[in-house]
């Protein structure tokens, strides 16, 4: 059967909130329920995706955009069902292909269409131009926010600057490092008012995470919670959060899968 690749992009205004963690052990719970998984690491100056499994990718897309590598040589396995492309500086290329480099590629992604279920998409944290279309070519944006001021602060500025100049309209949101549910639903409720108020959008709450010291040590171990300690708080929710990925609340149902998503980052779409 063919398979539309769900591509979500976990995005943030402030650095720090757990993109990262939250794509990583995602994946993990993603690919424990069968899913097959490809990683899109799009932050330029910290990528890590590939440390966190205790992975080096060396390859990146930059190679591919100068012609010395193929899109499906560039991906690398990272555990069972989970697999990675490393952006690197391709991204800052992707916009400016020469249309006989274009359908190069997306004859190459082609040949990767069909293969996953999800695409998680890690982006820089803010409102370069970069991290704005890597989400403005996701199907999903998922904003991660925490209980600090300056991230809702933050995640409002960048659900602003999505919706101003790319017209987005349709956000998820995921809270993390809360405490509970009720502080979860309080964060969201603080974002989605003054977005509400402001921007014509509308957000959807994805779920939450709470602050675990586990997690936070498993970090410093450079182990994924999900699969040190997966009856963990942290991984608990991350597992019901990553179940609610398949409902199709937040999506927007006018952008497709990988073939839409590249075409997309090129500038065609
Ligand atoms: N729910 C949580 N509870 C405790 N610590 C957490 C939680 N989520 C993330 N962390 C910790 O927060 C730190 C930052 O996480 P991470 O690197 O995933 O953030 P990020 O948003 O990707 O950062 P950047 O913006 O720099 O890319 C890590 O030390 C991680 O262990
Ligand atoms: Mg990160």
Redesign the pocket.
Known sequence: MKKLTHTVSIT?G???????????NTAIELARQGQKVLILDG?L??A?VDL?FGRRANLTLEHVLRGQQDLKDIVCPMTENIDLIAGGHGIYGMNALSSFDRQRLMDQVSLLNNQYDYMLI????GIDENVLYLNSAAREIIV?VTPDPASIKDSYALIKVLHQRYRETRFSVLA???NDEKEAKKVFERLSDVANHFLCVSLDYRGY????????????NQSLISVTSPYSA?AA?IRDFASTLKTSRGVNQVKGGLQFFWQQLSGVA
């Open positions: 943030s402030k650095g720090g909130v757990g993109k990262t963690t939250l794509i990583c932050d100056g910290m890590n966190m890690d982006t820089a944290p991660a993390n490092m809360v995470v709470p602050l675990d010291l586990n997690l936070r040590q498993s970090t410093r942290s929710s």
